[in-house]
């Protein structure tokens, strides 16, 4: 029998009001590694007015006592931070190794917002009439609705939580349903921690149901979503019929520029890590590589031949370099793009299969895999694939570069090895990404700066850094006239 886990209404745990059920696997072995309620508009709804009802008291416990709250949560998930990585790895299926990082990007938010409990910084500033004072403060949006994905399990949802917590707001939280656990062992150190029941209240289900209900509900100010930009461009046309904020975040098609005078050995450790890791599937996923002409042949060879050693296998197994994709359409859809990438006519150098033997027909392998001769307008130049596939193309220059790294629908992350620091330079203005880095892969963002995108990436909005308070609260200007005596801006000044 699998484990039975409830949803979070209120500070209780409760199974879903209509009693169903969906359980999760293991996507390396096929095991089941739990059971959830699947949760309907009607559980979304009891978990909105459960924090609609919290909100009261929570937004006036002064901030610095907030943050303490979050300082013993941080302090949990260091305790559990071994538990806690085997769980994600066992429903999501990245390796354990990368599965420690994910922990600990939320042990590190989670710290850095406890911290903003005693900043939270608004501005004073000296007011253009006598005896007035002018200043702003940071007020809390209400409820917030956080939608998560299945990538970053623990990381992203702390993205979201920590800053709408420590600021005032009340959060209904609606995980993925392929990485459930996370989820709840993210809660539950919440729970451990102290924090008042209906602060964040967890609700399990499906994006179209549970999600739905939390996106619909009136009285949630602000929507929070991770996820794909077809479902996120949908959340953003509903969130503006019904007068919500939203903040997205949705992929990339992230590029890793090699110029001729890089580095190439390091630049091969940063493609691997980048294009590869957590399977691929991380929306700062370098899948494209821009390589220089003068080096280019030498890359290419180097890197397939890497490519082809790398192993697969369960997470769990610390020999395994490469873990399985999350599920059996993510499978479907990679493999699908093998076709396209042929018939558009790059040439398949790696990998290009679903893989088996050893074990790996019990879980969902797909075998890493590069393409060469890649034209910048093919689609697997163009689209998020979202798996372990990376496409090479061919430059002459670095204009030519920064163009083609520009020439997407999506801005996330963007990467240049070069030793030259003025071309560096050149490639940081002229590239146009909310992240780049210089001598390192596409991945890898900290969490006390600001993570997010331009075009098809995001709406605007950032989030971690102190750029995540300014989408989880609302600006309060406040003049005071101490004058005794009407004062009027604009005319008496
Ligand atoms: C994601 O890919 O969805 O910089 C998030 C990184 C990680 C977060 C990635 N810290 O790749």
């Known amino acids: 029998m699998a484990q039975e886990y409830r949803n979070y209404i209120g500070g209780e745990w409760r199974d879903a009001r209509a009693g169903e059920r969906f359980e999760r696997e293991d996507p390396a072995t096929g095991a089941i590694t739990g059971s959830y309620p699947r949760s309907r508009g009607e559980d979304a709804r009891d978990a909105v007015c459960a924090a609609v009802e919290a909100q009261k008291a929570w937004r006036r416990m002064p901030a610095p006592r907030r943050g303490e709250i979050l300082f013993r949560a941080a302090e949990i998930?260091?305790?559990?931070?071994?538990?806690?990585?085997?769980?994600?790895?066992?429903?999501?299926?990245?390796?354990?190794?990368?599965?420690?990082?994910?922990?600990?990007?939320?042990?590190?938010?989670?710290?850095?917002?406890?911290?903003?409990?005693?900043?939270?910084?608004?501005?004073?500033?000296?007011?253009?009439?006598?005896?007035?004072?002018?200043?702003?403060?940071?007020?809390?949006?209400?409820?917030?609705?956080?939608?998560?994905?299945?990538?970053?399990?623990?990381?992203?949802?702390?993205?979201?939580?920590?800053?709408?917590?420590?600021?005032?707001?009340?959060?209904?939280?609606?995980?993925?349903?392929?990485?459930?656990?996370?989820?709840?062992?993210?809660?539950?150190?919440?729970?451990?921690?102290?924090?008042?029941?209906?602060?964040?209240?967890?609700?399990?289900?499906?994006?179209?149901?549970?999600?739905?209900?939390?996106?619909?509900?009136?009285?949630?100010?602000?929507?929070?979503?991770?996820?794909?930009?077809?479902?996120?461009?949908?959340?953003?046309?509903?969130?503006?019929?019904?007068?919500?904020?939203v903040s997205l975040e949705m992929g990339g098609k992230n590029a890793i520029i090699v110029l001729d005078d890089a580095d190439v050995e390091l630049a091969l450790e940063g493609v691997i890590w980048s294009a590869f890791g957590t399977t691929g599937q991380r929306c700062t996923a370098a899948s494209r590589v821009i390589v220089q002409g003068g080096v280019y042949d030498e890359f290419a060879s180097k890197l397939v031949e890497r490519t082809k050693k790398l192993r697969l296998g369960s997470g769990l197994d610390e020999g395994t370099d490469v873990g399985p994709v999350v599920n059996r359409d993510q499978l479907a859809k990679i493999a699908s793009y093998m076709p396209v990438g042929a018939s558009d006519g790059a040439t398949l150098a790696a990998g290009g299969a679903v893989a088996h033997g050893d074990g790996l027909d019990r879980g969902y392998f797909f075998e890493p895999t590069v393409f060469v001769d890649a034209k910048p307008a093919m689609r697997i130049a163009q689209e998020e694939i979202f798996g372990p596939v990376t496409a090479l193309i061919r430059v002459g220059s670095l204009e030519e570069a920064i163009e083609v790294n520009n020439g997407v629908p999506y801005g996330l992350s963007s990467s240049i090895y070069t030793r030259d620091v003025n071309r560096a330079f050149k490639a940081i203005e002229g590239i146009h990404t909310g992240l780049v880095y210089v001598n390192a892969g596409t991945i890898g963002a900290e969490v006390h700066l600001p993570f997010g995108g331009t075009r098809g990436t995001g709406n605007g909005h950032r989030e971690a850094g102190t750029a995540a308070l300014d989408t989880f609260t609302e600006w309060k200007t406040v003049y005071v006239d101490y004058s005794g005596r009407l004062q009027k801006a604009q005319i008496d000044a």
């Open 77 to 245: 998930l260091v305790r559990e931070k071994e538990r806690f990585a085997r769980d994600l790895t066992e429903e999501m299926g990245k390796v354990l190794k990368e599965a420690r990082g994910d922990i600990q990007e939320a042990i590190d938010m989670t710290y850095y917002m406890a911290g903003e409990g005693r900043r939270a910084f608004g501005q004073t500033t000296p007011s253009e009439l006598p005896d007035k004072f002018a200043m702003s403060v940071r007020a809390p949006v209400g409820v917030v609705g956080c939608i998560t994905p299945w990538n970053f399990p623990m990381a992203i949802p702390s993205w979201k939580i920590m800053p709408a917590i420590v600021t005032g707001n009340t959060v209904v939280f609606k995980p993925s349903q392929y990485a459930p656990k996370s989820a709840y062992n993210l809660v539950r150190a919440l729970e451990e921690a102290g924090l008042p029941g209906g602060v964040v209240n967890l609700v399990f289900g499906e994006g179209a149901e549970a999600g739905a209900g939390i996106i619909e509900h009136p009285l949630v100010s602000l929507i929070s979503f991770t996820g794909s930009n077809a479902v996120g461009k949908r959340i953003a046309v509903q969130c503006a019929e019904l007068g919500k904020s």
